[in-house]
């Protein structure tokens, strides 16, 4: 009967990480599994370039997996010890003076264990504290050797390791992944010139022009300083107040009050580099450059109440996803796409390309897909992998520049200061994820924490003692670009950058309705955490700016009047180009895998039909969708004359808005065993008002009757309801789940027209 029960347990092959309870045993403590061939070369550089270079992209060095495999450390079957290597007889007990006597001073392993615990954390980035990171490659799909000498774009097919980070950015290491909020989105290129750091976000523009005035922006958007409150969190007086009074933030904060700011997955948002850049060619030629990241799985996002739900049922909700996915082998995968331009487009243009508020739309210069970014290898360790990751804006390779954007110009200092404090010293490149693949070899010497040793006793150049080395690369060195510079030194900038609402009206009427009601519906709801009506009224002043078809609904979802309109820097702004902007809507990016990675689940009790289970769960498995069965309680479901289904999860550990979809399957006794449990209610109702697809077969209906208001009297969109599992009903059940959100449907059941 065991291997009964274990034949009908759902299955799936590709997710290990979900079902397939060998590979989803963690490894024996302190055992390391070692990765496959494939996954190992994967991410790394050619190996036929370790002896010695060969072209451009050779590589002296070892590959990424390789340098951080030389630190990894087996602790199987190996003996307890000491830091200082000294085996440990007794890992129980302090050493203390007679039975029950005082604990003694000298007992150094005691103290020297403690000592180390005491030191175990670091100070958490000051801001993107919360984040998870991945390993992975770059793929050139289109080579630039014309407008760059970057040789990650050198040839197409040329793949470099990467390490990727996502993160949020106002809450703390241990705050929710679901807040409203930016996403970070920082891709380490392990490259064979060096690292080069794209330390982006999910949103293309900031709130800020200028380096000068982010430390004000971050203590506004920060918990309050006399309470501490509130926590990853917008919602609050001093953000709103910074930035209704910085009508430069109008654009960003449209963004962020959009479905943007709560991503459904990380791997389902979109990165941007934000600034324009500069490729630079052998010539000396340069272009500027924006960066575009758009994942494979489509742009989604979550509503907001499911977001809120979510962080309170699953606070590491984006972390969890990005790691079972990659466990699992779906490796997120994202397009790199640029927009090139060059000097004379950008000074038609009626904005300026530096300023980091504004977008430049694709309806001016397309974006042109040139690589791929693949994540396919989950850290080993968090803390030294994830949370020492070193990201800096500086971190730039021979081919690329920056340009004089002014908060480019801060970003490229605040790095590598930040990680002195944070890492400890200034050898933070030495921990093995921020090594540079390409070996670092100058004259810069001791410092806290130092590894390398240096060996001779040249440490400066010029020298003859050391035979002239280390040599200075010359021509295939990093070369700014020289750009002309003439003017006074002052505090002012371009007069474009004084205009800040025309892309923000541009981004609002390019949202579909249900993107700007969402919109509107954020705003309401910060402004009505904020306890000051005058910074409630401002903003809105600040709003009417972009339309009143915003700050009209808004003031009005704050019972109050609609305020004067505040002034604006430049009463006659020069005509923009563009009105509306396909792209800049999230239907633009609806994906093209189906099902995959979703995640659906099937509510089942002791009355539930286990062949119809099985096979249900089955079919979508094949599809790629992540089933889970759902129950009263986990186990087995002892179903009289029927083999026992095996529940995943119960009610009570997985919520409805855990999922993307759910199905009921047919059973026995109009399934009273579901009917009548108050939380299959809650579970539909949220499945409902999230607008995710729902599937109720045979007696399943009596579950929807009873519960949700009588959902099953209605037709309603995304509901599927049918008698029998048959190839029509599962693919009109993908198709409404593939869908993503039933947006035609009512907000209340009640509501939803028969
Ligand atoms: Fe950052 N930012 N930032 N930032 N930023 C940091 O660096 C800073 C800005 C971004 O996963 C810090 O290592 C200044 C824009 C990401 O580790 C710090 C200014 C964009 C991450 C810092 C900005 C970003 C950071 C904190 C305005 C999008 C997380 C810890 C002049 C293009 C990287 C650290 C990771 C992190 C400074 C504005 C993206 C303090 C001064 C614009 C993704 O150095």
Same mark, same amino acid.
């Given at each position: 009967?065991?291997?009964?029960?274990?034949?009908?347990?759902?299955? *799936?092959?590709?997710?290990?990480?979900?079902?397939?309870?060998?590979?989803?045993?963690?490894?024996? +403590?302190?055992?390391?599994?070692?990765?496959?061939?494939?996954?190992?070369?994967?991410?790394?550089?050619?190996?036929?370039?370790?002896?010695?270079?060969?072209? /451009?992209?050779?590589?002296?060095?070892?590959?990424?997996?390789?340098?951080?495999?030389?630190?990894?450390?087996?602790?199987?079957?190996?003996?307890?010890?000491?830091?200082?290597?000294?085996?440990?007889?007794?890992?129980?007990?302090?050493?203390?003076?007679?039975?029950?006597?005082? @604990?003694?001073?000298?007992?150094?392993?005691?103290?020297?264990?403690?000592?180390?615990?005491? &030191?175990?954390?670091?100070?958490?980035?000051?801001? &993107?504290?919360?984040?998870?990171?991945?390993?992975?490659?770059?793929?050139?799909?289109? =080579?630039? =050797?014309?407008?760059?000498?970057?040789?990650?774009?050198?040839?197409?097919?040329?793949?470099?390791?990467?390490?990727?980070?996502?993160?949020?950015?106002?809450? /703390?290491?241990?705050?929710?992944?679901?807040?409203?909020?930016?996403?970070?989105?920082?891709?380490? %290129?392990?490259?064979?010139?060096?690292?080069?750091?794209?330390?982006?976000?999910?949103?293309?523009?900031?709130?800020?022009?200028?380096?000068?005035?982010?430390?004000? !922006?971050? #203590?506004?958007?920060?918990?309050?300083?006399?309470? +501490?409150?509130?926590?990853?969190?917008?919602?609050?007086?001093?953000?709103?107040?910074?930035?209704?009074?910085?009508?430069?933030?109008?654009?960003?904060?449209?963004?962020?009050?959009?479905?943007?700011?709560?991503?459904?997955?990380?791997?389902?948002?979109?990165?941007?580099?934000?600034?324009?850049?500069?490729?630079?060619?052998?010539?000396?030629?340069?272009? %500027?450059?924006?960066?575009?990241?758009?994942?494979?799985?489509?742009?989604?996002?979550?509503?907001?109440?499911?977001?809120?739900?979510?962080?309170?049922?699953?606070?590491?909700?984006?972390?969890?996803?990005?790691?079972e996915t990659i466990e699992s082998g779906e490796y997120p995968e994202w397009e790199l796409g640029l927009q090139v331009f060059t000097q004379e487009q950008a000074?038609?243009?009626?904005?300026?390309?530096?300023?980091?508020?504004?977008?430049?739309?694709?309806?001016?210069?397309?974006?042109?897909?040139?690589?791929?970014?693949? !994540?396919?290898?989950?850290p080993d360790n968090f803390f030294a992998e994830t949370e020492q990751v070193a990201f800096c804006a500086a971190h730039i390779i021979p081919g690329i520049d920056?340009?004089?954007?002014?908060?480019?110009?801060?970003?490229?200092?605040?790095?590598?200061?930040?990680?002195?404090?944070?890492?400890?010293?200034?050898?933070?490149?030495?921990?093995?994820?921020?090594?540079?693949? *390409?070996?670092? &070899?100058?004259?810069?010497?001791?410092?806290?924490?130092?590894?390398?040793? #240096?060996?001779?006793?040249?440490?400066?150049?010029?020298?003859?003692?050391?035979?002239?080395?280390?040599?200075?690369?010359?021509?295939?060195?990093?070369?700014? %670009?020289?750009?002309?510079?003439?003017?006074?030194?002052?505090?002012?900038?371009? /007069?474009?950058?004084?205009?800040?609402?025309?892309?923000?009206?541009?981004?609002?009427?390019?949202?579909?309705?249900?993107?700007?009601?969402?919109?509107?519906?954020?705003?309401?709801?910060?402004?009505?955490?904020?306890?000051?009506?005058?910074?409630?009224?401002?903003?809105?002043? !600040?709003?009417?700016?972009?339309?009143?078809?915003?700050?009209?609904?808004? +003031?009005?979802?704050?019972?109050?009047?609609?305020?004067?309109?505040?002034?604006?820097?430049?009463?006659?702004?020069?005509?923009?180009?563009?009105?509306?902007?396909?792209?800049?809507?999230?239907?633009?990016?609806?994906?093209?895998?189906?099902?995959?990675?979703?995640?659906?689940?099937?509510?089942?009790?002791?009355?539930?039909?286990?062949?119809?289970?099985?096979?249900?769960?089955?079919?979508?498995?094949?599809?790629?969708?992540?089933?889970?069965?759902?129950?009263?309680?986990?186990?087995?479901?002892?179903?009289?004359?029927?083999?026992?289904?095996?529940?995943? @999860?119960?009610?009570?550990?997985?919520?409805?808005?855990?999922?993307?979809?759910?199905?009921?399957?047919?059973?026995?006794?109009?399934?009273?065993?579901?009917?009548?449990?108050?939380?299959?209610?809650?579970?539909?109702?949220?499945?409902?008002?999230?607008?995710?697809?729902?599937?109720?077969?045979?007696?399943?209906?009596?579950?929807?009757?009873?519960?949700?208001?009588? !959902?099953?009297?209605?037709?309603?969109?995304?509901?599927?309801?049918?008698?029998?599992?048959?190839?029509?009903?599962?693919?009109?059940?993908?198709?409404?789940? @593939?869908?993503?959100?039933?947006?035609?449907? =009512?907000?209340?059941?009640?509501?939803?027209?028969?």
């Amino acid at each position: 009967e065991t291997e009964a029960i274990a034949a009908a347990m759902p299955y *799936n092959v590709n997710k290990g990480s979900e079902y397939d309870a060998e590979k989803a045993q963690c490894p024996m +403590a302190g055992a390391r599994i070692d990765q496959p061939a494939q996954l190992a070369t994967g991410s790394t550089l050619s190996e036929k370039n370790n002896n010695g270079k060969t072209g /451009e992209s050779a590589l002296p060095g070892k590959a990424l997996y390789g340098q951080l495999s030389s630190v990894q450390q087996n602790d199987s079957e190996q003996v307890m010890t000491t830091n200082q290597g000294v085996p440990i007889a007794d890992n129980q007990n302090s050493l203390t003076a007679g039975y029950g006597g005082p @604990a003694l001073l000298k007992d150094f392993i005691l103290r020297e264990k403690i000592t180390h615990f005491d &030191h175990e954390r670091i100070p958490e980035r000051i801001v &993107h504290a919360r984040g998870s990171g991945a390993h992975g490659y770059f793929e050139c799909t289109r =080579a630039l =050797a014309d407008i760059t000498c970057a040789t990650v774009f050198s040839e197409v097919g040329k793949r470099t390791p990467v390490f990727t980070r996502f993160s949020t950015v106002a809450g /703390e290491r241990g705050s929710k992944d679901t807040a409203r909020d930016v996403r970070g989105f920082a891709v380490k %290129f392990y490259s064979d010139q060096g690292n080069w750091d794209l330390v982006g976000n999910n949103i293309p523009v900031f709130f800020i022009q200028d380096a000068m005035k982010f430390p004000d !922006l971050v #203590h506004a958007v920060k918990p309050e300083p006399h309470h +501490a409150m509130p926590q990853a969190a917008s919602a609050h007086d001093t953000f709103w107040d910074f930035v209704s009074l910085m009508p430069e933030s109008t654009h960003m904060l449209l963004w962020q009050m959009s479905d943007r700011a709560i991503p459904r997955s990380y791997r389902m948002m979109q990165g941007f580099g934000v600034h324009t850049f500069r490729f630079v060619n052998r010539g000396g030629e340069s272009v %500027f450059v924006k960066f575009h990241w758009t994942p494979k799985a489509g742009v989604h996002s979550l509503l907001w109440d499911e977001a809120v739900k979510i962080s309170g049922a699953d606070p590491d909700f984006h972390r969890r996803d990005l790691w079972e996915t990659i466990e699992s082998g779906e490796y997120p995968e994202w397009e790199l796409g640029l927009q090139v331009f060059t000097q004379e487009q950008a000074d038609n243009f009626s904005f300026d390309v530096l300023d980091p508020t504004k977008i430049v739309p694709e309806e001016l210069v397309p974006v042109v897909p040139v690589g791929k970014l693949v !994540l396919n290898r989950n850290p080993d360790n968090f803390f030294a992998e994830t949370e020492q990751v070193a990201f800096c804006a500086a971190h730039i390779i021979p081919g690329i520049d920056f340009t004089n954007d002014p908060l480019l110009a801060g970003r490229i200092h605040s790095y590598v200061d930040t990680q002195i404090s944070r890492l400890g010293g200034p050898n933070f490149h030495e921990i093995p994820v921020n090594r540079p693949l *390409n070996p670092a &070899h100058n004259n810069q010497r001791d410092g806290m924490h130092r590894q390398t040793i #240096h060996r001779g006793r040249v440490s400066y150049e010029p020298n003859s003692l050391g035979g002239g080395c280390p040599f200075q690369a010359g021509q295939g060195g990093f070369i700014s %670009f020289p750009e002309q510079i003439e003017g006074p030194e002052h505090r002012i900038k371009p /007069e474009k950058f004084a205009e800040h609402f025309l892309q923000a009206r541009l981004f609002f009427d390019s949202q579909s309705s249900v993107e700007q009601q969402h919109i509107i519906d954020a705003f309401v709801f910060e402004l009505s955490k904020v306890t000051v009506p005058a910074v409630r009224r401002r903003t809105i002043s !600040l709003l009417r700016n972009v339309s009143d078809k915003l700050a009209g609904p808004i +003031a009005q979802g704050l019972g109050m009047p609609l305020p004067d309109i505040m002034p604006s820097a430049m009463p006659n702004p020069p005509q923009p180009e563009v009105a509306q902007s396909e792209k800049l809507s999230l239907c633009a990016f609806k994906g093209e895998e189906g099902i995959k990675t979703r995640k659906i689940a099937i509510l089942v009790s002791q009355q539930s039909h286990v062949g119809q289970v099985i096979e249900i769960s089955e079919k979508l498995m094949q599809q790629g969708a992540v089933v889970r069965l759902v129950a009263p309680h986990i186990g087995l479901q002892n179903n009289p004359g029927e083999i026992s289904l095996d529940a995943d @999860a119960s009610l009570e550990n997985s919520p409805g808005f855990l999922f993307d979809a759910m199905v009921i399957a047919d059973g026995t006794d109009e399934l009273t065993q579901l009917a009548s449990n108050v939380m299959v209610d809650d579970f539909i109702r949220e499945q409902y008002r999230h607008k995710k697809a729902i599937l109720a077969l045979g007696a399943a209906k009596f579950v929807l009757q009873k519960n949700a208001i009588g !959902l099953a009297e209605k037709k309603t969109p995304g509901v599927l309801i049918s008698d029998t599992f048959d190839a029509a009903t599962l693919n009109s059940f993908v198709s409404a789940v @593939a869908k993503d959100r039933h947006f035609d449907r =009512a907000d209340n059941p009640a509501d939803q027209t028969a």
